[in-house]
């Protein structure tokens, strides 16, 4: 069965603090693996998307890369506006168009 | 910009009513879809559409319906609403594969918070 999921559940870090966020898949092949970020009540905002091991996407503070099981979010020197839910999504081969979401990170950034 | 719109931000309903959301794109997508997006449970695929006037189930279609009369008009109805409907709805458009792979991506409006009373 596809799955995605998604560590921490919930991150908190200081203004500065340095880190990563873990989301691994398995899918009977992918088609693209998706970040988006998510404010509280509102709908999720695309930030990259990467298809094959190796890729690497980068804006502003963050930083996404991919293996074969795969994807990490790097946080560098995160702001409190970096605060947001963070989702990864998977396209599998066998899907025409839909994807699959993780549960999210919940990423507070403290001044 | 890819513009997703959604009819309502917040709705407050009573049981048994009969709900529609309304969510419009502006990019000639072909693609187009209703989740639900609830605490603990992420965003679940309701239905989606790939063409006017064709529609395929997610994963929980139960209890909705959908038309898509125009490409850039997909609505979501609630039969009979009930208090286990209430959540955040979200629409999302994406080009399909006529797009191109790196184009695929889905874009989503700004949510509709539905109160089932």
């Known amino acids: 069965e596809d799955q995605v999921t998604q560590s921490p559940e919930a991150l908190r870090l200081q203004e500065g603090e340095s880190s990563s966020l873990n989301c691994s898949y398995t899918?009977?092949?992918?088609?693209?693996l998706f970040w988006y970020r998510q404010d509280p009540g509102k709908g999720p905002e695309f930030l990259f998307t990467l298809y094959s091991a190796g890729e690497e996407k980068e804006k502003e503070r963050l930083k996404a890369t991919l293996t074969k099981k795969e994807s990490f979010l790097h946080i560098t020197a995160p702001k409190p506006e970096d605060s947001a839910t963070y989702l990864c999504a998977v396209r599998p081969k066998t899907s025409y168009d839909k994807v699959i979401f993780g549960p999210g990170t919940s990423l507070s950034v403290i001044p | 910009d890819v513009k997703v719109t959604q009819s309502s931000r917040y709705l407050v309903k009573r049981t048994g009513e009969k709900v529609f959301l309304e969510c419009v794109q502006d990019m000639d997508h072909e693609n187009m879809f209703w989740y639900r997006q609830d605490p603990g449970l992420g965003l679940r695929l309701i239905y989606f559409?790939?063409?006017?006037?064709?529609?395929e189930k997610g994963d929980i279609p139960e209890g909705y319906s959908v038309s898509r009369e125009k490409k850039e008009r997909f609505s979501l109805i609630l039969e009979s609403a009930s208090t286990n409907q209430t959540s955040m709805y979200l629409c999302?458009?994406?080009?399909?594969?006529?797009?191109?792979?790196?184009?695929?991506?889905?874009?989503f409006g700004a949510g509709t918070r539905l109160s089932v009373l």
């Open positions: 899918v009977s092949g992918l088609r693209g």
């Open positions: 559409s790939y063409d006017v006037k064709m529609k």
């Open positions: 999302a458009s994406s080009s399909g594969l006529a797009g191109g792979l790196a184009k695929n991506i889905q874009y």
